[in-house]
């Protein structure tokens, strides 16, 4: 079988396109050796993607995955976040302290989830300032995602992920599933045909959901707006469906091939002098 090469990775729709090509062209494997090779440039936090299609197309256990080659600056950050570890990889020291570890969680472990988030994302020095109560409702916002991926997308696992670039001052953070994506969770609870893009539409909408007595949609409108005020992206994958909100404009793009599951991308800029507050905190002084 011909070597699946992932060349210069970053959170952009090629990248997306190269990641989901992968899950593509394997995902109907049986009793294969699936031989990967990583050149030029991989976004770190997309180890959560990348490990959630390797997960798939192994097909439990049916095939085998083998790294026949990754770049040396490649492989050894995919050895400081953990995502290696998985592969028979010795785990390497963060001494720069750059990475969010990668992690694959039970979705019935959403309290350990929300430690994680605390101590790699929102507690590190390098977050944006703001007050307790935005760092509350930004916390919350994120759970809400982890909520929603356990609740409607019949994942195994939740897959997470993040990197710091102190030289882009931003700060990436990325969750996965491998669920059925929100489309088909759409036709399968109210038997409606939409198609990815539109689906993501809907599951952006505050208080859509697929399941009665829990909150709905993605819990992305605080986060939308701070993320706006940031100067940061968030980008949505589901199905053949590519969503980015960069700079203060959204666009819907068509991936080349399609993934059964659900991606969110954050990114957080780290040279922001701004300090978050709500309105009705600084009401509260005068």
């Known amino acids: 079988m011909p070597t699946s090469k992932l060349s210069n990775i970053h959170n952009n729709l090629d990248g997306y396109n190269q990641l ?12 294969e050796k699936i031989d990967i090779e990583m050149q030029v440039w991989f976004d770190a ?39 290696l570890s ?3 990889y010795p785990k390497v020291y963060d001494t ?66 993040g990197q710091f670039f102190p030289r882009d001052h931003k700060l990436n953070f990325t969750i996965v599933d491998t669920g059925i994506g929100f489309a088909k969770r759409i036709k399968k609870d109210f038997d409606m045909e939409i198609s990815s893009s539109d689906a993501i539409k809907w599951a952006m909408v505050e208080g ?13 409108a605080l986060l939308k707006e701070f993320i706006t005020l940031n100067k940061g992206k968030i980008q949505i994958i589901s199905g053949d469906a590519f969503y980015e909100l960069y700079d203060n404009s959204e666009k ?32 509260d002084i005068f």
């Open 96 to 161: 720069n302290h750059t990475t969010i570890e990668y992690k694959k969680i039970k979705p019935s472990d959403t309290r350990y989830f929300n430690q994680y988030l605390e101590d790699e994302l929102l507690n590190r020095t390098e977050f944006p300032n703001m007050s307790e109560a935005v760092h509350d409702k930004i916390s919350e916002s994120i759970q809400e995602m982890f909520i929603n991926a356990t609740i409607h997308s019949e994942t195994e696992f939740i897959y997470t992920c």
């Open 208 to 220: 859509h959901t697929t399941k009665q007595n829990v909150s709905g949609g993605l819990g992305l």
């Open 20 to 31: 989901v090509q992968l899950y593509e062209e394997h995902k109907d494997d049986i009793f």
């Open 252 to 283: 819907m793009q068509k991936l080349d091939g399609y993934y059964d599951g659900a991606v969110i991308s954050m990114t957080f800029k780290t040279d922001d002098s701004k300090i978050y507050k709500f309105a009705s905190e600084i009401e």
């Open 45 to 83: 936090n997309l180890s959560a993607l990348l490990g959630g299609i390797l997960d798939k197309i192994k097909n439990d256990g049916l095939n085998d995955i083998n790294f026949i080659y990754i770049k040396n600056d490649i492989q050894t950050i995919l050895q400081k976040n953990g995502f």
């Open 86 to 88: 998985f592969y028979g």
